[in-house]
């Protein structure tokens, strides 16, 4: 155990649950940050480390309530932001309220988090701030415009505090998943392509802590992943 709180905003059943896990293995008590966090039945096999969250990342009161309370119980020593939403379209046929919609979600709410994070982090000049990017961090494909924007954006927003906040002694990294998570309603492509063409969320989870577990003379700002049969 551990005197010190993680904070995982974007609390789904794949790689969320995952990261909250892995965190809560390590020792520390997560809060656990979602639209529906405190449905999700798999949590309550951490119930003891674990706090489910029901939060809208977009809200800025809400999320600066959610790192109030963490840091109420103990230092908020991880910060993680996992959230995003995606609606595959063609240009010309997106809504644009869906298109700001999956930018708030994916960019703003990143801020959002990292901003709250760090306010606390620099009082003690140590912490570490995390962001889930995609391959859309790296190039836009068509009929991706909707991911694309905020997956860039949120990169320039993590590369901006890593150079802000490094010299404050706060380690901000961006992981770049480029390649499909295994989950439940992708089990099926396993069969098709093959064992291992599947990123495993618990996988991607040990890279997180091995990320925060970092010394600060050798930090990582980005990072990638993906399976070893993906070509790139």
Request: net charge neutral; proline share 3%.
């Amino acid at each position: 155990m551990t005197d010190q709180t993680a904070v995982v905003v974007g609390v789904g059943p794949g790689l969320g649950l995952a990261l909250v896990k892995a965190f809560a293995t390590e020792g520390y008590t997560v809060f656990a940050a979602a639209r529906k966090a405190s449905a999700l039945r798999e949590l309550s096999a951490r119930v003891e480390r674990v706090i489910a969250v029901d939060i809208d990342a977009t809200d800025s009161a809400q999320v600066d309530d959610l790192f109030a309370s963490a840091e109420k119980m103990a230092p908020v020593a991880v910060s993680i932001f996992n959230a995003g939403t995606f609606v595959r379209t063609n240009t010309v046929d997106t809504d644009p309220e869906v298109f700001e919609r999956c930018w708030r979600v994916g960019c703003f709410g990143g801020f959002l988090v990292g901003r709250a994070a760090a306010q606390l982090m620099i009082k003690r000049g140590a912490g570490t701030i995390l962001f889930t990017g995609a391959t859309a961090s790296l190039r836009g494909g068509a009929g991706f415009v909707n991911l694309a924007s905020p997956k860039f954006a949120l990169r320039a927003v993590a590369q901006s505090m890593a150079r802000e906040l490094g010299p404050q002694g706060i380690h901000v990294a961006h992981v770049i998943i480029d390649g499909q998570i295994h989950a439940a309603r992708s089990a099926h492509l396993l069969s098709e392509r093959g064992a291992d063409s599947l990123l495993e969320p618990d996988a991607i989870a040990q890279t997180y802590v091995a990320l925060h577990r970092q010394h600060r003379s050798a930090w990582t700002q980005e990072l990638d992943l993906r399976p070893w049969t993906e070509k790139f």
